[in-house]
């Protein structure tokens, strides 16, 4: 490969470079701007947020996809950073995965991401980065120069992704082996074992947690990726919240870097304080019910990942609750079990009515129903002139093209949706 590569320091990005603030360590974000200039090193930063965003699931809900596309950029700059500087001082594809990456690959071992997901995931991201690189090449290599410098280029594309896949696949062993060696990964491995309804036999004496003839409480505690501010660690708040709830045990695991799951042991139903349940800040705290044995060790962790997972399913800019029991959303949990199906009905019932600055319209008419259809009932509780309520139902019957008696169950079902999930298509497939 020749040495020359002054077209990669011609890169550029094509949005304002104001806007681009790099996510990678500041190591790498050094050497890449002493090594391609800042230009390049903006251009990386750029296509990096669009490969991000491509390797979030599409399934992922919208109050998480921002999160998730946070989390996946600093790898992804220091991968297209490491390939930008080898094709520059035409050197080979480097043959380990930088430090960014380890970190990312450190999290999916913990919440257990298979690498066949991860190897698929850099794929795709790979395919579109290549794709994007040589429109570029093409843009600004002079036509006479193009024949051998895209064979060249093409080559260096082939060798760093068979490279990456087997580097990503070493880092991948190397800290699934460190994580289930700890005491940490153990215990969780042997907790989703029982979580899955296999039997332990012996293994179960080292969770140091009585399954059997207890009453378990299940909790999962969850704080957002960008709230940096000084807070207490997830894994103390469970055990103090458990404490105070009168727990004879505890078992409290990390599930990622931002959410734990805890469980507290209780002599009997009768013996959990749940009055002491308290919030706590800036983080989403979900309970289950109290629940017997080892099945009861099982539901009532469901329970509390559901109610956690319906508070994600909130529409975008909508605060979590900070405290979500599985017995205020039940209702919710199923109905949105399929979450695109859900979505789908709610906006082919509602029509225009689902429409973002209908907020106010659509919160009119389920109090209205709930009211038995009575203007002083749901003008009471939204404490609002009748006149008001009546022009509301009018409006909202007008986007609807129906009467809101005509199918008031179904109707209230879409509007108790439309106030519980973002009806926002997904793109790409329906959220699925």
């Not at 050497?31 to 390049?40: C, H």
């Not at 795709?124 to 040589?134: E, G, K």
């Not at 289930?180 to 140091?208: N, Y």
């Not at 907020?359 to 038995?372: K, P, Q, S």
Request: aromatic share 6%.
């Amino acid at each position: 490969m020749s040495r020359a590569r002054s077209w990669v320091r011609d890169l550029h990005p094509a949005g304002s470079a104001d806007r681009l603030k790099p996510a990678c360590l500041p190591a790498t974000w050094n050497k890449t701007v002493g090594g391609v200039g800042l230009d390049a090193a903006l251009w990386a930063v750029e296509i990096s947020q669009e490969l991000a965003q491509l390797s979030v699931d599409p399934a992922t809900p919208a109050t998480r996809r921002e999160e998730a596309t946070r989390e996946l950029r600093p790898p992804a700059e220091a991968v297209v950073m490491e390939a930008l500087l080898a094709l520059d001082q035409g050197v080979s594809v480097p043959t380990a995965v930088p430090l960014e990456m380890v970190l990312q690959t450190a999290r999916a071992v913990r919440q257990r991401v298979p690498l066949s997901k991860i190897l698929e995931v850099q794929r795709v991201s790979h395919a579109r980065f290549s794709d994007v690189l040589v429109e570029e090449f093409r843009r600004l290599v002079p036509a006479e120069k193009q024949s051998q410098e895209l064979a060249e280029l093409s080559h260096f594309l082939v060798d760093h992704v068979s490279t990456f896949a087997l580097a990503s696949s070493a880092a991948y062993a190397a800290e699934e082996q460190a994580w289930l060696a700890s005491v940490d990964g153990s215990r969780a491995e042997l907790v989703r074992a029982l979580l899955r309804g296999e039997a332990l036999g012996p293994d179960r004496a080292k969770l140091g947690y009585e399954l059997a003839n207890r009453t378990h409480i299940g909790l999962v505690l969850r704080r957002e990726a960008r709230d940096d501010a000084p807070f207490e660690r997830l894994d103390r708040a469970a055990a103090m919240m458990l404490a105070r709830m009168g727990a004879t045990a505890q078992l409290v695991l990390p599930a990622g870097n931002h959410e734990v799951w805890a469980w507290g042991a209780f002599l009997g139903p009768k013996a959990v304080d749940m009055a002491a349940i308290k919030g706590v800040p800036r983080t989403l705290v979900a309970v289950g019910r109290p629940a017997i044995g080892l099945e009861g060790f099982r539901s009532s962790h469901e329970e509390a990942v559901n109610a956690a997972n319906v508070s994600l399913l909130a529409p975008a800019g909508r605060p979590w609750s900070e405290l979500v029991f599985f017995k205020d959303v039940q209702f919710a949990v199923l109905l949105t079990a399929d979450t695109a199906k859900a979505a789908c009905f709610a906006r082919d019932e509602l029509g225009a009515l689902a429409g973002s600055k209908e907020a106010a319209l659509r919160e009119t008419v389920r109090v209205y129903l709930e009211h038995n259809c009575s203007p002083a009932g749901a003008a009471a509780q939204l404490s609002v002139a009748n006149n008001t309520i009546k022009y509301r139902i009018r409006r909202a019957e007008e986007l609807l093209g129906h009467s809101v008696k005509e199918r008031p169950g179904i109707l209230w079902a879409a509007l108790y949706l439309a106030e519980t999930i973002d009806l926002s298509p997904v793109s790409g497939k329906e959220h699925g």
